[in-house]
């Protein structure tokens, strides 16, 4: 389901709409992160590509990276680990 990108608890953050990930998106990502998973463990957010995401975005998901729910994990993709904020690198493990 996955990878069909139908699972409901895998959530691809995407804004093809804009050049940059509308802060409305990740708002929408942060109230999403405290509903329960619908069929697995954990509810899964992927940003494909987290140099979409503006300062002020990544603002937004601080509180949630540091204080959110125990079953929501979020996978930011990125060229370098340089796309995102030092305060939001803290708060992930590098891969």
Do not use: M
Request: a neutral charge; proline letters at 6%.
């Amino acid at each position: 389901k996955a990878a069909a990108d139908i699972h409901p608890d895998v959530l691809w953050v995407r804004d093809p709409e804009h050049k940059n990930i509308a802060v409305d998106i990740v708002r929408e990502v942060r109230s999403e992160a405290y509903l329960r998973p619908n069929e697995g463990a954990r509810k899964i957010f992927i940003f494909p590509d987290s140099a979409l995401l503006t300062e002020r975005d990544q603002n937004v998901l601080l509180k949630l990276l540091e204080d959110g729910p125990g079953y929501a994990a979020f996978i930011f993709c990125a060229r370098t680990s340089q796309a995102l904020l030092p305060t939001v690198r803290s708060r992930c493990a590098l891969w």
